[in-house]
């Protein structure tokens, strides 16, 4: 049997279940009086059982109150700039694809770099030549917009 199985049977015992719940609350209390005593911060647990109706608080529910309110009341960890799990991932991967789409730009002009010095690669000069006239329309329509946009604002300036 591996260890990872006798780990799982060990836990589907109720009573080493219970006894090992047990364990950990009492040493996640004393890390919270350490924290709270020898870092001198402010801190607060509040811990949901299964079965236990009210939740166990420390070091009091008044206490834990006015931390959960301080918290929530700070600049800096506000409940604005707090994000659950969905929002964190779909702005991890837009800055990811930002990053996917600024290394495909160098792979092209690193690209554009080997065909140049590269004669005998004709495909690739193809490439080239389709990725520079691609460049050129996109820097068209730039210049097109920048001149339309100048028109329209020479032509607010008359009205005012």
Same mark, same amino acid.
């Given at each position: 049997?591996?260890?990872? @199985?006798? /780990?799982?049977?060990?836990?589907?015992? =109720?009573?080493?279940?219970?006894?090992?719940?047990?364990?950990? /609350?009492? !040493?996640?209390?004393?890390?919270?009086?350490?924290?709270?005593?020898?870092? &001198?911060? &402010? !801190?607060?647990?509040?811990?949901?059982? /299964?079965?236990? $109706?009210?939740?166990?608080?420390?070091?009091?529910?008044?206490?834990?109150?006015?931390?959960?309110?301080?918290?929530?009341?700070?600049?800096?960890?506000?409940?604005?700039?707090?994000?659950?799990?969905? $929002?964190?991932?779909?702005?991890? @991967?837009?800055?990811?694809?930002?990053?996917? &789409?600024?290394?495909? =730009?160098?792979?092209?002009?690193?690209?554009?770099?080997?065909?140049?010095? &590269? =004669?005998?690669?004709?495909?690739?000069?193809? #490439?080239?030549? #389709?990725?520079?006239?691609?460049?050129?329309?996109?820097?068209?329509?730039?210049?097109?917009?920048?001149? =339309?946009? #100048?028109?329209?604002?020479?032509?607010?300036?008359?009205?005012?």
């Amino acid at each position: 049997m591996t260890r990872s @199985i006798v /780990k799982y049977q060990f836990m589907a015992n =109720e009573r080493a279940r219970n006894t090992t719940l047990q364990k950990r /609350k009492a !040493s996640l209390f004393k890390k919270m009086i350490e924290l709270k005593c020898l870092c &001198d911060v &402010d !801190s607060c647990l509040v811990m949901y059982e /299964k079965d236990e $109706v009210p939740p166990e608080v420390w070091p009091s529910p008044s206490e834990a109150q006015r931390v959960m309110q301080k918290f929530q009341n700070s600049k800096i960890l506000g409940a604005s700039a707090m994000l659950d799990q969905k $929002v964190f991932l779909q702005k991890s @991967i837009m800055k990811m694809k930002k990053n996917l &789409d600024k290394e495909k =730009e160098k792979n092209v002009k690193c690209s554009m770099l080997i065909c140049l010095f &590269d =004669e005998n690669d004709r495909a690739d000069l193809e #490439g080239l030549k #389709g990725s520079i006239e691609s460049e050129i329309r996109l820097v068209d329509l730039m210049i097109k917009d920048a001149y =339309e946009k #100048g028109k329209r604002e020479d032509s607010l300036k008359t009205f005012f």
